[in-house]
């Protein structure tokens, strides 16, 4: 989207998502405990783009139920939200954590664990940045404040300026 004044949705972030990282956050996705209902919204969904039984995508090696579905096409919002959360817990903590601590907000490992009393200042987003910039790769850092600022838009809007979605 090129209209500054509103957020990204998810499935277009996932969209931008290079196959490498699709791939990465389906597994997570399959692995996430906490993705069960998702999950078997996921089953329905490749059954039917595969035209077999949920049953059968159920026993798939998790590999191969994540190659599948890194390839769906329209990937609807509520999945795709689910898969970017997964990908991040499993394979963004350390930027995670780096950026909340710059910011100043309460985390767990980066898992937020107190919402923020008001939304994040440009100020707060500049320190962020700064922690993250030269350490992980650009592409790893707009993904996470583009997922950010999809999840809540009103919290994380100074987020928008720094975000090319």
């Known amino acids: 989207m090129s209209n500054s004044s509103s957020s990204p949705q998810p499935a277009q972030l ?43 995508i159920q026993g798939l090696p998790v ?13 609807p919002d509520l999945l795709a939200a689910r898969m970017l959360v997964s990908y991040h817990l499993a ?5 995670m954590s780096a950026f909340l601590d710059a910011v100043g907000i309460t985390h767990d ?16 987003v500049s320190a962020g940045r700064a922690a993250l910039e030269g350490t992980y790769p650009a592409e790893d850092i707009q993904l996470y404040f583009a997922t950010l600022l999809a999840q809540d ?7 928008r300026a720094t975000t090319s979605v």
């Open 14 to 56: 996932w969209k931008q998502m290079s196959e490498t990282q699709k791939l990465s956050a389906a597994e997570a996705f399959w692995r996430d405990p906490e993705g069960i209902e998702q999950q078997a919204e996921a089953m329905v969904l490749l059954a039917q783009k595969l035209k077999a039984r949920p049953r059968y």
């Open 63 to 75: 590999e191969k139920r994540a190659k599948h579905l890194a390839h769906v096409p329209g990937m």
């Open 91 to 95: 394979h963004q903590r350390p930027m």
């Open 109 to 124: 490992n980066g898992l937020i664990t107190d919402d923020p009393k008001s939304p994040v200042t440009p100020e707060q």
């Open 153 to 159: 838009p009103e919290t994380w809007a100074a987020l």
